[in-house]
């Protein structure tokens, strides 16, 4: 069973940045894929992005050239770097591993 542990939400002005992490932990456990989704109020969840082992990203037009997805394949765990954060980008964020196990949630707030 495959165990995910989010970090790294909060509360920023627009512009700001936030890291989120998501590690992956259990027997056995490697991962695939890894991603982000994001949840604003009132609306349906939606894909923020993907990477695959191979490296392979793929990015909601929203968040294109402002967030950044890596992964480090010896700690499966998979980075959002959210660089310019607008009030549009305000949701609860999930992890994704291998499109099946998704994570409790991390809150990102943007607001002035």
């Known amino acids: 069973q495959v165990h995910l542990v989010e970090s790294g939400g909060g509360s920023v002005q627009p512009g700001g940045s936030l890291r989120l992490s998501c590690a992956a932990s259990?027997?056995?456990?490697?991962?695939?894929?890894m991603g982000w989704y994001r949840q604003a109020p009132g609306k349906q969840r939606e894909l923020v992005a993907i990477i695959t082992r191979g490296g392979m990203p793929n990015y909601a037009g929203s968040v294109k050239g402002r967030f950044t997805i890596s992964g480090d394949n010896a700690k499966n765990t998979v980075y959002l770097q959210m660089n310019s954060l607008k009030p549009e980008d305000t949701a609860v964020y999930y992890c994704?591993?291998?499109?099946?196990?998704w994570g409790q949630g991390t809150q990102v707030t943007v607001s002035s």
């Open positions: 259990g027997s056995p456990v490697s991962f695939v894929t």
């Open positions: 994704l591993f291998n499109l099946n196990t």
